[in-house]
């Protein structure tokens, strides 16, 4: 078994894992320093991510558009892969101590060395570093909030030393973590629940099967309103044309905020912004037509507002853009965005300059 696919079944084997990537040691990093008096040696432990796995979120859709999820934690994953990370220094002495120790590091929310703080800037709450045999470290990233489970490290040293005789799990502890790992998963399972009622406009019942049902129909009703764009910018005569937009032919649906301004193009700009708040998140769906970079405006805009991305989606048709986004709330928002229809016309007047 290659190290990706022992990386995969660690990350594939708990809900909410992200990534796991292999840390190792890098050969010829010992610096030899001579003086006159005397001779000394000093080391400078340096470690490269020799391979890794992400778990992917992309999908295809049946209008054949590609749906890309936009995270900060899969561009901190890629930026990690062949990268270096001296563990000698007071940042990462932690990671150092953990390898010669043989012990593991489970880390939440933390700031404790120079990795985690690095994480945690890219939303990667949980950070865990298993050490193994060949000499160098298991590093395992989650969004979520994860407690500690020994199953899981157990797991960890048993695919990549042979056994997992270097930490003590219980079958009771196995079995707890089990009963842990399972009210997680019905945990975001309800909460994205919560997210879909949030985002489909017409509700029937409030059982689950009836809100799949009704977010089926509210699906076709977006497919036909995306299949009416096409038709109409197919209609088009040329780009120079002057071209007059209303939303009599959307769904009632996707009434929204709705502007037009010229634009270098040829094209009028047409952008729609609607926010729902589900408790101390939001739920922000945005479409726009003939803007430059909308997906990069977008997470600047929201950046700039202080919302913590948990999830986005984003695909195109020809020219019209839509982006489905959920966010959570600053601890201690600005006044400008403390009702849904400020923080609408904050992203909306942010999103014309």
Not at 66 to 72: F, G, L, Q, R, Y
Not at 217 to 231: D, F, G, P, Q
Not at 276 to 292: A, M, P, W, Y
Not at 318 to 347: C, G, H, R, W
Request: glycine content about 4%.
């Amino acid at each position: 078994m290659s190290f990706k696919q022992r990386l995969q079944t660690i990350v594939e084997s708990k809900q909410g894992l992200l990534y796991a990537m292999l840390w190792q040691m890098t050969p010829g990093v010992e610096n030899i320093m001579t003086t006159a008096a005397s001779s000394s040696i000093s080391s400078r432990r340096v470690l490269a991510c020799s391979d890794g796995y992400l778990r992917s979120y992309s999908i295809r859709s049946s209008l054949n558009e590609e749906i890309v999820m936009m995270s900060d934690a899969e561009w901190f994953y890629a930026d990690s892969i062949g990268k270096e990370l001296v563990i000698e220094d007071n940042y990462n002495l932690v990671i150092g101590e953990a390898m010669s120790s043989g012990s593991y590091l489970w880390l939440i929310d933390s700031s404790g060395c120079e990795r985690a703080r690095e994480a945690l800037q890219h939303y990667v709450r949980t950070l865990v570093f298993v050490p193994v045999a060949s000499g160098g470290i298991i590093e395992i990233g989650s969004l979520d909030e994860i407690k500690e489970d020994r199953s899981l490290i157990e797991l960890a040293f048993s695919i990549f030393n042979g056994n997992g005789s270097s930490v003590a799990c219980s079958r009771g502890d196995s079995k707890a973590a089990h009963v842990e790992a399972e009210k997680q998963r019905r945990y975001k399972l309800n909460q994205r629940f919560y997210a879909l009622r949030a985002v489909v406009p017409y509700v029937s019942k409030m059982d689950k099967a009836s809100l799949l049902s009704d977010a089926v129909t509210y699906i076709n009703e977006l497919k036909s309103a995306v299949k009416n764009l096409e038709e109409k910018l197919q209609e088009l005569p040329s780009v120079s044309t002057s071209v007059s937009t209303t939303t009599n032919n959307f769904s009632p649906h996707l009434h929204a905020l709705l502007l037009h301004h010229p634009t270098t193009k040829g094209w009028p700009i047409e952008i729609e912004v609607e926010v729902k708040s589900i408790g101390k998140e939001v739920v922000i769906r945005v479409q726009t037509t003939g803007l430059d970079h909308p997906e990069a405006r977008i997470m600047n805009v929201l950046k700039e507002l202080r919302l913590e991305i948990c999830y986005a989606t984003i695909s195109h048709v020809n020219e019209v853009v839509f982006q489905n986004i959920i966010a959570k709330m600053p601890l201690y928002p600005d006044e400008l965005i403390t009702t849904q229809e400020s923080l609408t016309n904050a992203i909306r007047e942010s999103l014309q300059y």
